[in-house]
């Protein structure tokens, strides 16, 4: 089942720059997308979110940008901190369940 | 913040024996959910439950697993006969409404480390 791909498994960006995490999906019934953080022996916490009739949502230094007719979102984290490291997940939903893509573990460099 | 809780954080079990994982949602919250993942694959969707029912559930929730409120601040999730293939990191949830029709994001657990030897 790969309705959702992370296709980058790591990504290391220098503290302060941007990050950008890519996440494509197959599933056009897919009406909500979320992005969670997920660091060892805990699980996965929200960070922001987006339906499918917006194309951009900020919250802060994130901000998902989704491109309907790629099946593509993207999170944007600016400027990137040290304690942004950790593995971020990329989600999807129709009806009550979450489909999950593998995850980018992300590592900023102080 | 409110959390969800999740015990315990770690269970062994031997192949064939019952166990019952157990989680406390957060209290205005009105949806749950069961998620796993084994090492080194994604989060699945197991099961999601509302008004005491179970709205959803995946292939992989056949009938060794059920899900239980049995009262109003826990949530189970029982497997009866484990296999060694249920081992995996079980990942409790829950949400205010449901989404799609509100920006209502799933809270997670800090899951229990189930291990079939």
């Known amino acids: 089942d790969q309705q959702v791909k992370q296709n980058s498994p790591s990504l290391s960006v220098q503290e302060g720059r941007i990050s950008i995490l890519n996440c494509d999906y197959t599933n056009s019934m897919f009406d909500y997308f979320l992005w969670y953080k997920k660091y060892p022996a805990e699980g996965p916490t929200f960070l922001i979110s987006i339906s499918s009739i917006k194309d951009k949502n900020e919250d802060g230094r994130f901000t998902v940008f989704l491109n309907k007719s790629a099946k593509h979102l993207s999170l944007h984290i600016v400027p990137s901190q040290p304690g942004d490291s950790a593995v971020y997940f990329c989600a999807a939903s129709s009806g009550d369940k979450l489909t999950f893509g593998t995850g980018t573990r992300l590592a900023v460099r102080p | 913040e409110p959390e969800v809780t999740q015990t315990p954080s770690h269970q062994v079990t031997q192949m064939g024996q019952e166990v019952i994982l157990r989680c406390v949602p957060i209290?205005?919250?009105?949806?749950f959910y069961w998620y796993r993942q084994i090492l080194g694959q994604k989060v699945e969707f197991l099961v999601s439950?509302?008004?005491?029912?179970?709205?959803?559930k995946s292939e992989i929730f056949d009938d060794q697993f059920s899900v239980e409120r049995p009262d109003g601040s826990n949530f189970t999730l029982k497997i009866r006969s484990t296999k060694l293939e249920d081992s995996a990191m079980y990942f409790c949830?829950?949400?205010?409404?449901?989404?799609?029709?509100?920006?209502?994001?799933?809270?997670f657990g800090n899951g229990t480390r189930l291990t079939v030897t």
């Open positions: 439950f509302y008004n005491n029912e179970i709205s959803e």
């Open positions: 209290s205005n919250h009105l949806y």
């Open positions: 949830a829950s949400s205010e409404a449901l989404r799609g029709y509100y920006n209502s994001p799933l809270h």
